[in-house]
């Protein structure tokens, strides 16, 4: 049996503990020593930068927001759903450690991504992000599903918290769309965008494409009406 080796580890600016594993080829990033993402199981993520990319393809600039770097793999689909050469990615990503992480180890996932000059990497956290935003961006991602820098998006039940909704929504162009990927599914979630503004749908996906479907997770799609 191949040993699961830790390769790099690192501790968050917000506290939260950052270790990045590899086991026979699959790669495992673990944040406040519990949630994962994994090199083997991205279908959730690619389906948060597909999908919050889809009604923006014909834009000839399309701005975009990602909350964190995670394993690369949003950031990826998102690069490949939007192709136009004026397209720019802001990636706010507040552990630097990160970066050399996909340097160092997980280059050979996404090749070429880290010097697509449409990128724009900002070393803060999302709400820093957004602070003097105002009808900038076209799409605004994140995935909820990692503990590290989120602690003033999402709460202790993992909803966003209205605070975070509202700099959002300044934040985005109207029609454009707040992208979550989620575990929670409830009407909770769906409440707070709508009492923030937004008209909400949501996607189920799995997030493998490997073994049982029956856990799915969340993409919920929150969109700022015009006007």
Known sequence: MKPTLKLAEAAAPDGVELALFEHDGTYFLQSGGGSSLSSDASAAEE??????????????????LLGGVGLGFAVAAAREALPQKRATFVVAEPESALLAWHRAF???????????????????????????????????LIDARMDAGLAKVV?????????F?????????NGGLLAVCSRVSGTAFERRLLQAGFDVSRESVPPSRKGK????????LACKAGG
């Not at 909704?165 to 162009?173: H, I, P, V």
């Open 47 to 64: 389906a948060l930068g597909r999908l919050a990319c889809a009604p923006f393809r014909r834009v000839r600039q399309p701005r975009l």
């Open 106 to 140: 997980l280059g050979h996932l996404h090749p070429g991504q880290l010097g697509d000059p449409r990128l724009d990497w900002r070393r803060e956290a999302l709400p820093e992000a957004l602070r003097n935003a105002r009808d900038a961006y076209h799409a605004i």
């Open 155 to 163: 709460d202790a039940r993992d909803l966003p918290r209205p605070s």
């Open 165 to 173: 909704l509202d700099r959002a929504r300044e934040g985005l162009k």
């Open 213 to 220: 479907r029956r856990r799915l997770h969340t993409i919920w």
